[in-house]
């Protein structure tokens, strides 16, 4: 499995999986199989998917809409499952094959549908791509999987929410002041270089400069010419104060004092092995929850499905009777 997991994208997604978790609070991920490295995961970004829950609080579907390209279209599901206008233009080739259509996909549990039915066989989930605002009769894929095809992590959660609460939530306004405040520095700095600038009536629209080593004339240099409108004077020592202000508190609300936690350590100030593990320990207090549920919601289906996969592909031993 570890041979397996690492000849494949798994660490990529998985990574992004946990910026996703970490900003937004919530991280989809999907597991497919595939010919070449045996297993492929995607992860849908934020703002194409929509989540549900069950019951019991656990993720038990995901719906997209999202775009794909004529080319990925064919690539993915088939040109003899492509709708008609997406077949004449990978037909035609050329630019046609990056021209973008809406795709719809959901994956949930295999229940009775009015009019569908239940998928044939013994599968817990169901999967349906189909064209968006499309008039075809058949969809561009359905089918069935035995073990769960996806997962959802989430950092935290409250009552029946299906999406997941972030430290990125937390910190949003300070990330936003931030941006005022780095936008109002560059400001600042560019009006002492680039000041607003008064100009003699006689300049109009004749040839003036204020590039270094240039040359304007004017009839009247005292009174005459170009020159600031108002003296700028920002304190730029203060801006660079609040500035820094902001960023530490993003990098605090984002637990960076925690995961950099060694790495941020004064190299002066030495620790022993026993001051290590007692910060180690305080990381786990605080961040326990959020591995709890990453492990229960993300990893564990993970391995079960890689292993699924690959004991249908004959790759794994069969279970000794003992």
Known sequence: MYDVIAGSNFYNAFAVECEDLAAFGTGPNICYEDDKDIIRFYTPTVGEYYL???????????????????????????????????????????????????VAHAIEPNFEVEGFGKLPGNF???????????????????????????TA????????????????????????????????????????????????????????STLPGNLTYVSDVKNGGIRPIYEVNPDLA???????????????????DLFLMLENQPTADRMTAYE?????????QVLGPVIESLISESLKPKLKRIFSIMKRKGMIDPVPDS
Do not use: H
């Not at 989930?125 to 996806?150: C, H, K, M």
């Not at 002041?177 to 270089?193: D, I, P, S, Y």
């Open 153 to 208: 992590a989430r950092w935290s959660t409250q009552s029946n929410d299906a999406y997941g609460r972030s430290v990125g939530m937390e910190v949003l306004p300070d990330i936003m002041g931030l941006q005022v405040m780095a936008r109002r520095k560059a400001e600042a700095v560019e009006k002492q270089v680039r000041p607003p600038l008064i100009g003699a009536m006689e300049l109009k629209n004749k040839p003036s």
């Open 52 to 102: 549900s829950n069950d019951s019991t609080g656990r993720i038990d579907g995901l719906y997209r809409l999202f775009v794909m390209t004529v080319s990925q279209m064919v690539g993915f599901f088939g040109v003899e499952k492509c709708p008609a206008d997406v077949q004449e233009l990978w037909r035609e080739k050329g630019n046609n094959l990056e021209v973008e259509r809406m």
């Open 238 to 256: 203060a801006m660079s104060a609040d500035i820094l202000a902001y960023q530490q508190r993003i990098q605090k609300g984002f637990f960076n």
């Open 276 to 284: 290590v593990a007692q910060k180690l320990q305080e990381k786990l």
């Open 124 to 150: 817990t989930w169901r999967e349906v791509y189909w064209t968006y605002g499309s008039n075809a009769g058949t969809p561009l894929s359905i089918r069935g999987f035995v073990d769960q095809p996806f």
